[in-house]
């Protein structure tokens, strides 16, 4: 089960975090993976590592907030079967914190770069005769997260986004769904953490992951996991689906 042979991936920001994680589970089950990462440095690593373990794996430098160099890749890459958009940033601050020039550069990434993946992957799959589409939303598009309020707003529309198309490419054999992870351990939240709260690192750590009611940050392999099977031939009843991997966070913390 939940096999990917003969299929070919693509997958933004799969240089690390999650990405990373859904580039390496893809390629064990056997697809050919081509990452789309602006971090030439990290997603040669993700590809040294899956080629290490006999994968395949191919990366292309993509800046996927411009349309053009996410035409030009997707055009390289050729035929393929699965686009799983992961890449993103994050942002903190509420509505009267956030600049307008931080503003502009999440929906830039985020919403954007979603925007011209799918803008640019859609007909590649139509002509294929069908294929999956997974976003990566997040728990913010669903809950009010302090000091996140660009971020939540990439999110929400990364979920609009996600059914608009599922819905628009059904006749298209197109399926698209995405999911919704709460905390997850990476080397972002790492950087966050240190960056934010020198010296006290563990405590903030700690503090960050009880914040999930099972009491503990996921794993970018449990998120991995998720995507295999909403990207496999085994998912192939389920579109227009937002699928939260939060802990309990969503119904568990009121």
């Excluded at 009267?96 to 979603?114: A, I, L, M």
């Excluded at 599922?166 to 080397?187: L, W």
Aim: aromatic residues 8%; negative net charge; hydrophobic residues 40%.
């Amino acid at each position: 089960m939940f096999r990917l042979d003969q299929k070919k991936a693509v997958i933004t920001g799969g240089g690390s975090g999650i990405g990373k994680a859904v580039a390496e589970c893809f390629a064990r089950q056997g697809a050919e993976v081509h990452i789309l990462e602006l971090n030439e440095t990290s997603a040669a690593g993700t590809v040294e590592q899956i080629r290490n373990n006999q994968g395949k794996a191919i990366a292309h430098t993509c800046n996927i907030s411009n349309q053009k160099e996410v035409a030009t890749v997707m055009q390289s890459v050729g035929g393929f079967d699965i686009l799983v958009n992961c890449a993103g940033i994050a942002h903190v601050g509420r509505a009267d914190t956030t600049s307008e020039e931080d503003f502009d550069r999440v929906y830039q990434v985020n919403v954007k770069g979603t925007y011209n993946c799918l803008h640019a992957a859609i007909p590649v799959l139509q002509h294929r005769g069908g294929g999956v589409i997974l976003n990566v939303a997040s728990i913010a598009a669903w809950v009010g997260i302090d000091d996140r309020f660009a971020y939540s707003m990439s999110k929400g529309a990364v979920f609009a986004m996600t059914l608009s198309v599922a819905k628009d490419y059904i006749g298209d054999h197109i399926r698209c769904n995405s999911i919704s992870p709460a905390r997850v351990h990476t080397p972002f939240v790492d950087g966050f953490i240190a960056k934010n709260y020198p010296g006290r690192e563990t405590e903030m750590f700690e503090k960050l992951s009880q914040t999930q009611p099972i009491g503990r940050m996921g794993t970018v392999e449990e998120v991995a996991a998720l995507a295999l099977y909403l990207c496999s031939d085994e998912a192939g009843f389920i579109t227009g689906n937002d699928y939260p991997i939060d802990g309990g966070f969503i119904k568990l913390n009121s």
